[in-house]
């Protein structure tokens, strides 16, 4: 059971209730605290997540659970933590205890540091510029070829930043600042 979920694309809204929906299969709820669920956040006012709270990730996965038989720590704006705070992370995601699912919530892969991605397990979203309520809940990688035909159509019908945001999300890495995607760009 023990592991790391990447969950990236789609929307804020979308990614968070994706956690939540596994966050209740563990039977917790996330809208209330709980002994064995931590949930980190930006704290208001700072534009990052640093070392110290991300270290309460480790101090959290340090005990057994308390109530249930696993511990869920959910990192709901991963692609806000410097790159000192996912450095810290590195050796709970590595080898997370045998109770403990961490759950990191962001934008785009390529966002966060490449040792971090390669230690979790990675679901990508359908990108909100392209998402509806039929759609935004998929794993983009499940979709049969007809949805796939179907997002393609959709695509067609969006401007130029959103199909960027929605290969960025797709692929895991900024393509406005890659040299190899300037061709996509012009």
Same mark, same amino acid.
């Given at each position: 059971m023990a592991g790391s979920i990447l969950l990236s694309g789609g929307s804020k809204k979308t990614?968070?209730?994706q956690a939540a929906t596994l966050v209740?299969?563990?039977?917790?709820s996330p809208k209330k605290e709980h002994p064995d669920l931590f949930i980190l956040e930006?704290?208001?006012?700072? /534009?990052?997540?640093?070392? $110290?709270?991300a270290r309460k990730i480790g101090l959290f996965l340090r005990e057994k659970p308390y109530a249930k /038989?696993?511990?869920? $720590?959910?990192? /709901?704006? $991963?692609?806000?933590?410097t790159d000192e705070a996912q450095a810290s992370l590195l050796k709970i995601l590595e080898e997370p205890p045998d109770f403990a699912l961490i759950v990191? %919530?962001?934008d785009k892969e390529g966002s966060l540091l490449p040792t971090v991605v390669s230690r979790c397990q990675r679901t990508g979203l359908v990108p909100a510029a392209v998402s509806d309520?039929?759609?935004?809940?998929?794993? %983009?990688f499940e979709l049969t070829n007809e949805e796939r035909f179907a997002l393609a159509a959709k695509l067609a019908q969006q401007d130029k930043a959103d199909i960027v945001d929605f290969v960025e999300g797709v692929l895991g890495?900024?393509? /406005?600042?890659? $040299?190899?995607t300037a061709f996509v760009l012009t």
């Open positions: 990614r968070w209730e209740k299969s563990y039977g917790f930006r704290e208001e006012g700072k /534009k990052s997540i640093g070392i $110290a709270e /038989k696993v511990k869920v $720590a959910v990192v /709901k704006e $991963a692609n806000l933590l990191l %919530l962001t309520g039929e759609l935004n809940s998929y794993n %983009l890495f900024d393509c /406005k600042n890659s $040299a190899q």
